[in-house]
């Protein structure tokens, strides 16, 4: 985490609001402004956990934060612990506790053993916007806590983020849900997460969903998820990157482009190259469409980049589909509520019974790709290569990016299509 002072903005402030109010320091708006209320809770904080109480976030302060930016702490085990003291000492549910620890016996606690003591509160917040840094505590949090859950990176960003990945289960059917190739779509993001999270827990818990044990999609299922193709893009349109050279860069090419809003329009990585006109499948013909509409270069959004598969975020994620080999894929965009599941004349067997499926639980509709956007997609090229069931979601109505208002309606009505996406094949 950068470090913040007063007169900071932006989505980190934001977590770092959020961290403290979950820490019990505050309760802060989440508007994303260092302000005085920020800057006194944080205080308060750093006086609490004896570190100098100067109102910056610097290093020391980010990593006192650390528990409550991720969800959980470690604690060393003394003499005298129980699963339930340790528990009780830092509001932790005892089941909870159980749950991340399944190779400690809890009535005979190991001296100096690590616990992992997952906090009173979800991973993953989905009220406040989301940059890379955030994806990649979510990630880890969500492994610590849940141990179903395997974290992992499959690459890459242009700027060198890694792009994070998840997997769970241990079954045969291998499906791969990808989102946020496209940077003003990053809502998309925190509906992997969330899903990630509702699975882990329910698979700790011994529960359902949408009335399938967890335990059972678990078993029936090999579930890979890489909740941010773009993690750079992300940090652009959300704030977080707002200074510096490549910021510099991507302005410049947005003026090339003013058709885009900047940086609320972008789409594109940081290097100008739109991730979802990538893949070998007609790449030519997108050029050909793209070209025509006068995106030649380095641009916000729709430019198909001077060779497939040149931008490091899709070639890391062709290279993993190859290897992962899933019979399955989603892939989530925003917006307009309807599922893609089509490439050209190219029939899949099964693929539009479940398009049919997904449009019964989701109540969006099932549409053949339109011609112009019909070319060098993931979706595209994944049906293209494996004659298997691919698909696109657009999830929400309104102008991208969605608000994060809008977070708990869309996820109510994608969670069905993410769970049936693991068993349906
Ligand atoms: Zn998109």
Redesign the pocket.
């Known amino acids: 985490m950068r470090t913040l002072r007063e007169g900071s903005r932006g989505p980190a402030v934001q977590l770092l609001q959020l961290a403290l109010n979950r820490a019990g320091a505050g309760d802060l708006a989440l508007d994303g402004r260092f302000g005085p209320a920020t800057r006194a809770a944080l205080t308060a904080f750093q006086e609490e956990m004896g570190l100098r109480p100067d109102g910056v976030a610097g290093a020391l302060s980010h990593r006192a934060l650390m528990p409550w930016y991720t969800g959980y702490l470690t604690h060393r085990v003394q003499r005298g612990d129980s699963f339930w003291s340790v528990a009780r000492r830092y509001g932790a549910k005892p089941e909870a506790v159980l749950a991340a620890n399944p190779a400690l016996a809890p009535d005979s606690l190991p001296l100096g053993a690590e616990l992992t003591v997952p906090l009173p509160f979800s991973v993953v917040p989905t009220q406040i916007d989301c940059f890379a840094e955030l994806v990649g505590f979510c990630v880890q949090g969500l492994a610590a806590r849940y141990p179903a859950l395997h974290s992992g990176s499959i690459g890459r960003s242009a700027l060198g983020r890694p792009l994070r990945s998840l997997r769970m289960g241990r079954g045969a059917n291998r499906v791969l849900y990808n989102a946020e ?2 940077a003003n ?1 990053w809502i998309t993001t925190p509906v992997l997460l969330r899903f990630a999270e509702e699975l882990g827990r329910a698979a700790a818990e011994g529960g359902t969903l949408l009335g399938t044990p967890a335990a059972e999609i678990l078993d029936y299922a090999d579930i890979a998820l890489i909740p941010a193709v773009n993690p750079d893009g992300m940090d652009l349109v959300t704030g977080e990157l707002r200074e510096g050279r490549a910021w510099e860069e991507a302005r410049r090419m947005a003026e090339r482009y003013p058709q885009f809003s900047f940086p609320r329009g972008w ?1 594109a990585n940081l290097r100008g190259i739109d991730l ?1 006109l990538q893949y070998p499948a007609l790449w030519e013909t997108a050029r050909e469409n793209k070209f025509a509409l006068g995106i030649v270069s380095p641009a916000p959004g729709d430019y198909v980049g001077s060779a497939p598969l040149e931008a490091p975020e899709s070639r890391a994620l062709y290279d993993y589909t190859r290897e992962f080999d899933p019979a399955l894929t989603l892939s989530l ?2 917006q307009g509520e309807v599922i893609y599941w089509k490439f050209l004349d190219l029939e899949v067997p099964g693929a539009e019974e479940i398009a049919a499926l997904f449009s019964d639980l989701s109540g969006y509709a099932a549409e053949e790709t339109p011609y112009a956007s019909g070319f060098a997609g993931y979706k595209d090229w994944y049906i293209r290569q494996y004659r298997r069931p691919g698909f696109t979601l ?1 999830l929400g109505r309104g102008v991208n990016p969605l608000p994060t208002r809008d977070f708990e309606g869309i996820y109510e009505r994608v969670r069905g299509i993410l769970v049936l996406g693991a068993l349906v094949t």
């Open positions: 190739h496209h779509e789409k979802n965009h925003t657009e």
